[in-house]
């Protein structure tokens, strides 16, 4: 039988170097995706997810197995991105406002009114990753950590309220408003939650390529594993049979962006060895 991620704590603060390395293994993958959401760049996401697996290494002493040992490592993850220095991106500050604003000049200077006929599924893939990433900047941190929560990895309301240090009351609010902001925006203006609406990726995809935004030949959240890639016709034809909750969450979860590019196991097994942190050498 498998054991849990709990006994692997006791194993690991015991001295069990193979048990942290598990731990590491178990939850990369989800505090990756929340740090990708959170900073819209992959290479930024794995910096900052590397050091949220430091913090959870070196902390793992002051787990009090009150709960799942899984939220509270992506309560120290939340803190580290709410607290974090802004990417690149994030520096923009987008808001919806401004987004709104894109899509009115672009569609202003003639970008949206020719959609071509037979589109590149990879680039509409990027396209649409993109600009799912994009909208989630456009919210504020708190808000977008309550959406990337309650809408992407479907935390129940106690969880997300444990993670966040909220009441659940106040989780739920600010998931609704965060919620509501993005449903607003994509059902006045993407192709995919109404075909009349202006925004299609095919159509945007020329000026995004133009002006550096897009790279055909090393797309951002395409990897190279390319199977099962779902076209937008395909996606908004599924959606149509879902209500408004089902169409935003679907809609973000068929994002493709990628898996983590690093086996952050790798990492904790260097400290391991150099004993660098004393929480690391206490494993030799």
Known sequence: ???????????????NRESLEEI???????????????????????????????????????????????????????NHLKSARKGHMEKREFTMEKVQEIVDRVEAMGWLSEIPGAPDPVMEVEVRSACTQALLLALDRSHRMAF????????????????????????????????????????????????????????????????????????????????GLEGNEALGAYMMELDELGRLATFYKAAVLGEERTDFSEMVKELVEEGEYRVFSELH
């Open 24 to 78: 590491i293994r178990r939850i990369q993958g989800k505090i990756y995706g929340l740090a990708l959401r959170m900073v819209f760049h992959p290479a930024d996401a794995e910096d900052a997810t590397q050091e949220i697996l430091i913090k959870v290494t070196t902390h793992l002493k002051t787990f009090r197995f009150e709960g799942p040992f899984n939220a509270w490592a992506m309560k120290i993850a939340a």
């Open 148 to 227: 990337i929560l309650g809408v992407v990895m479907d935390v129940t309301s106690s969880e997300g309220a444990f993670i966040l240090e909220i009441s659940s009351a106040a989780y739920r609010k600010r998931l609704s408003r965060a919620r509501q902001k993005v449903a607003d925006f994509l059902n006045r203006n993407c192709g995919i939650f109404d075909d009349a609406n202006p925004c299609h990726c095919n159509a945007v995809l020329k000026g995004h390529v133009e002006r550096g935004w897009i790279n055909p030949q090393k797309p951002l959240f395409v990897g190279e594993n390319r199977e």
């Open 1 to 15: 039988m498998e054991k849990t991620t709990e006994q692997l704590v006791i194993e690991a603060v015991g001295g």
